[in-house]
């Protein structure tokens, strides 16, 4: 019987793909289900896309709350995913976002 060793505890979190040029401390992995329910109610506004120029991601960006941001990635392949973070945070990385010379916003 294999055992897994590295069960996360409650002080793992979330990590976006490597292309992503920022990071956040507090992001959650949300199920598809979640992630698209989400973007797609009447409260959500979309924030923008932007695409990788060096391949076929793409990460838009969603408020659905006043204080929780939704981050969607399209990964090379065509499969979202989706995170949950803080608006407050959502807006530094943004910045980074927007002076990367590898990612450009497309809405």
């Known amino acids: 019987m294999a055992v897994d060793t590295n069960r996360c505890e409650s002080s ?4 976006l793909p490597d292309v992503v040029p920022f990071n956040l401390p507090h992001l959650s992995r949300q199920s598809w289900e979640l992630g698209t329910r ?21 990460l838009s ?3 659905v709350t ?6 969607r990635i399209q990964t090379p392949v065509g499969r979202k995913r989706y995170y949950g973070a803080l608006q407050s945070e959502l807006r ?6 927007k002076a ?4 450009q916003k497309v809405v």
């Open 61 to 63: 960006l969603f408020e």
């Open 38 to 58: 989400s973007i797609h109610d009447e409260q959500s506004t979309a924030l923008g896309t932007w695409s990788y120029q060096a391949g076929q991601w793409s």
């Open 66 to 71: 006043s204080e929780t941001a939704i981050i």
């Open 12 to 15: 793992c979190s979330a990590t």
């Open 100 to 103: 990367s010379p590898a990612w």
């Open 92 to 97: 530094a990385a943004v910045q980074e976002l």
